[in-house]
DNA sequence: AGGGCCGATACCTCTCGGGTATCGATCGCA
DNA sequence: TGCGATCGATACCCGAGAGGTATCGGCCCT
C-alpha cells in the first residue's frame, strides 16, 4: 500500500462521496474511483459499498480508516523530524516541547532551568499549543516531547511519565459571593446566573454551540473571568497569576489533574530523554 | 513521502550499500540511486553521505530510518487488520491474542475462560509467539492485543494495563544441592559448574555467541534443566509444569516481573475492549 | 599504473496515474 | 409515470515517471 492510496482512501472515507473527495485531492473522480477500487482488489477486500447513489462504509473500511489516519500521522512525523534533525545539525533547537498555553507556567519555568543547568543539556523550544492541541503536535512531529494533563488529554500511542497530581479551583470574579467560601462543589458553580463555563474549541478547531464566552487560551480566560463574564474550573497551579481581579477556591468533588511528560515511543532523542530526567526527579 | 521510497531507504540504510540493497529489493541500482536522491530533494536533506566507496548515514538518516520503520511497520499492520476485519464479517476469530509460549499458561487458561464467559465475548485466538516476538507481532497488526512481561518487554507504543506481579525462581534440575535451598541470590546460581544460563535469540533471530545451550521456547527449557544442562531463572507462574526433574527455588533479588495486557493505542476493537476489561478484573 | 569496485549518469522503454467524455443506475419531482 | 439531475463506473487517451541496460568516473588495492 502507498500512502497516495492511503490518502485517497481516508479523503473518500470521510466525504463518503467520490465526488467531493476528489475535489479535495485536487483531481478528477475518475482515478480516484479507479484508485480505491484498485486498492480494494490488491487488499483483497472490500472497503466501499457504493449504489450509484450513496457510498457506505464496510467493517474493513472502518479498520482501514483508523490505521491509515495513523500511518499518514506517522509519515508526517517522519518528515518533519528527518528536515528538523538535519537542520539541528547546523545549530537549530535540539528538542520542542509542547505545553497548553498558560498552563502550569511556573512548573514549566522551573522544568527549563533545571535542564539547562544540566551538563548535557540541548536547546529546548516551546510550542504553546491550543487546548487539546498538543497530543496533535506531538503525533505529527512538530513536537518531540510534551506536558499533558490527565484525564484530559488522550496519552495513547505515547510513553509517558507522571509527574505531579493536584487539585482543581474555579476561578471567580473577585467580590463575588462564592470567592469568601473555603471550597465549594462541582454543582455549586454549573449554571452560576451571569457566570457560564466558557466553551473551548473542539479537537476539529470549531467550538461547540451553547451559551457561555469562546476562550481558547489561559490569557483569554482570566480576562474573561476578571470581567466577570465567566468562571471556569482548572487545576490549581492554572491559578489567578497574581491578577488582583480573579479568586481561586478548591472544588473538592473535581477529578484531580495529572501532570505527565510524554514522548513518541520510539523517540531516541538525547534532548527527550534529558528533559525526561529531569522532569521526573524535579 | 510514498511507502516505496521508505522501504528503499530503509534497505540502503540498514546495507550501506546501494548495489546489495538493490539486489535485496529486486531491483537494479540506478533506480534505486535515483529514488533515494529524489527522496533527498524532496525532503531538502541530505540522508547519505557518499563518497564513490563507501556509504555512511547523517543524522537525519538516522531520524528517518527509525521513522520510516515505524512507518512501514504502521503499513503492515494496516494491511493485516484490514484483511482480518473483512474475514471477521464473515465468521473467522474476532481478536488475536499474542502470548509467551509456555508462560503464565494457567494464567491465560484462566483468562480465556472469564473471557469466553461474558455476554459479548468473541472468539479468541492464541499465538504463542517466541521470545520476545510479541510486540514485533502486535505492532505488524498479527495480534490484536498481547501479555507482555516488565522488565523483559518493551510496552514503548502500546497501551498497558497492569495485571500481576510476581517473584523469580530458579528452576533446577532435581537433586542439586541449591534446590533444598528455601532462597538463592542471583550470585548464587551465575557460572554454576555445568549448569549454564541457556541463549535466547535475539531481536533478529540470531543466538549471541558464549557458553549455554539454546532455547527458544519454555518446553525446551524444562527440557534442557531436566536432563541437567542448564539452569533459568523464569517468573514463579512459569514453574515446573508438574515435572518431578525440576525444581524451583525463589530468587529473592531478582527483580519482580509485572505480567501486562497489551494493546495498540488506537484499538477501538470491542474484542480487546472486553478482553482488557475480564483481564483486570481478574 | 592498472584492475576492480561502486555510485552516478545517460538514455530508452513501457507501465500506470491522471485527464476528458460518456454511460447507466437511481432518486426526486411534477 | 416520465424526465432531469446526480453520482459512480467505464472507455479511451496522454504524459510523467519508475525501472531497465550500458557506461562513466572516482577511489582503493596491489
Chains 1, 2 share one sequence.
Not at 450513496?54 to 467493517?59: D, R
Not at 473500511?61 to 495513523?70: F, P
Not at 473571568?225 to 489567578?240: D, M, Y
Amino acid at each position: 500500500m502507498e500512502t497516495r492510496e492511503l490518502r485517497y482512501f481516508v479523503a473518500v472515507a470521510e466525504e463518503l462521496h467520490f465526488g467531493r473527495a476528489a475535489e479535495r485531492l485536487g483531481m478528477a473522480q475518475p482515478p480516484l474511483s479507479r484508485a480505491i477500487r484498485q486498492l480494494e482488489r490488491r487488499l483483497g477486500v472490500e472497503l466501499l459499498e457504493r449504489t450509484s447513489r450513496t457510498v457506505a462504509m464496510t467493517a474493513a473500511g472502518e479498520t482501514l480508516l483508523d490505521e491509515a489516519r495513523a500511518v499518514l500521522d506517522a509519515v508526517e512525523a517522519a518528515e518533519r523530524r528527518t528536515r528538523r534533525a538535519a537542520h539541528t545539525t547546523t545549530g537549530q533547537p535540539g528538542v520542542v516541547l509542547a505545553t497548553k498555553a498558560g498552563a502550569s507556567t511556573e512548573f514549566l519555568a522551573k522544568l527549563l532551568a533545571a535542564y539547562a543547568a544540566e551538563p548535557d543539556a540541548v536547546p529546548v523550544e516551546v510550542i504553546l499549543s491550543g487546548i487539546g492541541e498538543q497530543t496533535r503536535v506531538l503525533r505529527d512531529g512538530r513536537a518531540d516531547v510534551a506536558l499533558l494533563h490527565l484525564p484530559f488529554d488522550d496519552t495513547a500511542g505515547f510513553d509517558t511519565e507522571e509527574l505531579r497530581t493536584e487539585r482543581q479551583v474555579v476561578l471567580l470574579p473577585a467580590g463575588h459571593p462564592l470567592g469568601a467560601r473555603s471550597h465549594v462543589l462541582t454543582a455549586d458553580v454549573t449554571d452560576l446566573p451571569g457566570l457560564p463555563l466558557p466553551r473551548w474549541p473542539e479537537a476539529d478547531g470549531t467550538y461547540r454551540d451553547g451559551p457561555g464566552p469562546q476562550a481558547d487560551n489561559h490569557a483569554q480566560l482570566l480576562q474573561l473571568i476578571g470581567l466577570g463574564r465567566a468562571c471556569a474550573i482548572v487545576p490549581e497551579s492554572g491559578g489567578t497569576s497574581g491578577r488582583g481581579d480573579v479568586v481561586a477556591v478548591p472544588v473538592l468533588d473535581a477529578p484531580s489533574v495529572t501532570t505527565v511528560i510524554a514522548w513518541p515511543p520510539h523517540s531516541r532523542s538525547r534532548g527527550v530523554a534529558g528533559l525526561v530526567r529531569t522532569a521526573t526527579s524535579l
